[in-house]
């Protein structure tokens, strides 16, 4: 091995880029490699707002440029590159772009997240709450608002926090700017955020159904049909209603970014398999350890959350800098069993489920609801 120690990143969102900070402020002998599609940053957290309502910030608040975030470190210690993983030679230990350049590396940590059905459909407008695989996320997130700008009727399908927070963001909007919408959530549980106390699930009902939103609960989305002709969308529900809309918007469920991992390293499902230390584990042949390591939604650690790939980065970095430079000790990474989220429905309330207490709506509203965090965009690319 050179003496300097190279390091391969892929994906930098969440995971990805506070594990690369942290390597190059801690160790004077890495090289860090940042692979990403796009050049920007997505806060991912605002998406809900920021997809229903254009005027509430400002491109530069949530699209945040990666590369100036890395001026600091030399250019011998740190280098981006946007383009898409196509595939990892584990043996060789090189990473594949699509631009037909091989990258070695000494170590390298997965962190390609994951994505949503609305956010990488191909027959109509993508809705972007992930990054995709677009290198021009601006222009992404611009025709999504004009289609949710432009709808007199939605299908939401699923009550999940990113449902509820849209349906509850769209709601508001056309409220505040004289709009009549019709919106429909669509729930596959007989109730909302299930993951909720009852009263939690009971406090966004109300918030929901006093802005308009008709809630339709035990029921899923069979089938959903856009016309070509006039781009709307026919919406079969489970028990045979149908519902003819100007846009349908799927929430339910995250896709591994996985295209470019070999099957050895997944699970049934697609998620890279990791050991407590964050260590890829491969499914046959070798039980010695590999160099690689994941962090953040594309693991098989289920819950796939902003704050969870944070943590999963921080254990990522400690290894890495335990294994390269014996410096600290090795971490281990234990989601936990506690829900822990604050869901805004608009700008003036909302519900959760806090070390098992629901928040007030009033607090909501302080915490998440006034900005959606957006004001923490830029520490959560800038490492500082």
Do not use: C
């Amino acid at each position: 091995m050179s003496s300097q120690v190279h390091v391969v990143i892929i994906g930098a969102s969440f995971a990805g880029v506070p594990i690369a900070h942290s390597l190059l402020k801690d160790i004077p002998t890495v090289k860090v490699t940042l692979i990403n599609p796009s050049p920007t940053f997505y806060f991912t957290i605002a998406a809900p707002r920021i997809l229903a309502k254009r005027d509430a910030f400002k491109p530069e608040q949530y699209l945040l440029p990666i590369e100036k975030e890395f001026s600091r470190y030399s250019i011998k210690s740190f280098e981006f590159v946007q383009g898409r993983a196509s595939a990892i030679d584990v043996s060789a230990k090189t990473v594949s772009l699509d631009t037909t350049r091989n990258i070695s590396f000494d170590y390298l940590v997965i962190a390609s997240g994951s994505t949503t059905a609305s956010t990488s459909q191909k027959t109509a407008v993508p809705i972007p709450f992930k990054q995709s695989n677009s290198d021009d996320m601006k222009s992404m997130i611009h025709n999504a608002q004009d289609s949710i700008r432009m709808a007199e009727s939605i299908v939401i399908a699923g009550a999940g926090p990113i449902g509820v927070e849209l349906a509850g963001e769209i709601a508001e909007a056309a409220r505040q700017s004289g709009r009549k919408v019709k919106i429909t959530l669509v729930s596959a549980s007989y109730r909302i955020l299930p993951m909720l106390k009852p009263v939690g699930s009971a406090a966004a009902e109300k918030l929901l159904t006093s802005l308009g939103v008709e809630i339709v609960k035990n029921q899923r989305v069979a089938e959903a049909a856009q016309s070509k002709e006039s781009h709307s969308w026919t919406v079969a529900l489970d028990e045979g209603r149908k519902l003819d809309v100007d846009l349908y918007i799927p929430t339910t469920g995250v896709l591994p970014n996985n295209d470019f991992i070999p099957a050895d390293l997944l699970d049934e499902n697609g998620w890279v398999v990791v050991d407590k230390e964050l260590r890829a584990k491969a499914r046959r042949g070798s039980a010695a350890q590999l160099p690689i390591f994941a962090a953040g939604d594309i693991t098989n650690n289920s819950m796939r959350l902003s704050f969870k790939a944070q943590e999963q980065a921080a254990v990522v970095a400690a290894n890495l800098k335990a294994e390269i430079v014996r410096q600290g000790k090795t971490k281990t990474y234990d989601q936990g069993d506690k829900t822990m989220m604050v869901v805004p429905v608009g700008s003036t309330g909302g519900t959760g489920l806090i070390m098992g207490w629901t928040p007030w709506s009033a607090m909501v509203k302080m915490v998440k609801g006034k900005d959606f965090l957006i004001s923490k965009a830029h520490s959560a690319v800038s490492g500082k």
